[in-house]
């Protein structure tokens, strides 16, 4: 029972219909995918930068706050997005650097209705962060700053 409400609630997560999700009786395709198949990690921490950009519906926070990360993941947070920090080891500073990349670039992630992907920034960003060397969240003197300021001003401007 816990496997079958596992699936359905990653399928709702994903938007994908349970039926695709569920090849045979036990294998999860996104998970065979292969951005998710090694880190399946990759999968919560997208969703937490599009929760921080405001992008994540309501309904996705529930269900991934109802997948109980703290077990999962042996964090002490019990809050699904301070167990993907707390996983992560991500910084106090993590949220404004997602941020300010997302409001200085989100132009580049525009569907082709007009709308801003969140989906696809997340992608990119996570693979970003996640690169050895990364530099995101690296925060030069001043530089965090100036980031703070660009949110401020991009904000004032919605």
Known sequence: MKTYLFLLALSMLMG??????VEGASTI??????????NPVYLFF???IQDVVGQL?????DIIQGMNLQKVFRTEAGEWRAVVREALHLSDSIDIAILDLWYRNRTHFKTESGNYDAVWFSQVFADEYMKDGSRVDVWPT?????AK??????RAQE
């Open 16 to 21: 994908t219909p349970f039926p695709s999700i």
């Open 29 to 38: 395709s996104v998970l065979n995918h292969p951005r998710y198949k090694e």
């Open 46 to 48: 997208e969703s937490y």
């Open 57 to 61: 519906p309501p309904e996705k926070s």
């Open 142 to 146: 001043g530089a965090l700053e100036e």
């Open 149 to 154: 300021a660009r949110i401020q001003a991009a």
